[in-house]
Nanobody, 124 residues
């Protein structure tokens, strides 16, 4: 079992940047694909980005592609989400999660362990 703790959220003006971190504890972090999702109140959890355990494959949601970058450092047991050119509609809670599938998935139900989330607020 992997425990996840997100950090790096906060308040930023539209057009600005934030970098989220997700630190993992437990065993075998290096074998998990990692994903970032976000969920606004009353809405379904939305896929943001995911990265293969090796870092060799990434996927992005259509609304963030070209502006967000996911990366990982297995030695530090951490996955990152660099968010640039932030828009007010990005305001919500962001979660990281693990997955042990062979391919990089985008469906929240396929992911196993989840962090508690970090709030991102983008002011207009």
């Amino acid at each position: 079992q992997v425990q996840l703790v997100e950090s790096g959220g906060g308040l930023v003006q539209a057009g600005g940047s934030l970098r989220l971190s997700c630190a993992a504890s437990g065993h075998n972090f290096g074998i998990y694909n990692m994903g970032w999702f976000r969920q606004a109140p009353g809405q379904e959890r939305e896929f943001v980005a995911a990265i293969k355990w090796s870092g060799s494959r990434t996927r992005y949601g259509a609304s963030v592609k070209g502006r967000f970058t996911i990366s990982r450092d297995n030695a530090k047991r951490t996955v990152y989400l660099q968010m640039n050119i932030l828009k007010p509609e990005a305001t919500t809670v962001y979660y990281c999660a693990t997955d042990r599938s062979i391919v990089v998935l985008t469906t929240p139900l396929e992911y196993d362990s989840w962090g508690q989330g970090t709030q991102v607020t983008v002011s207009s």
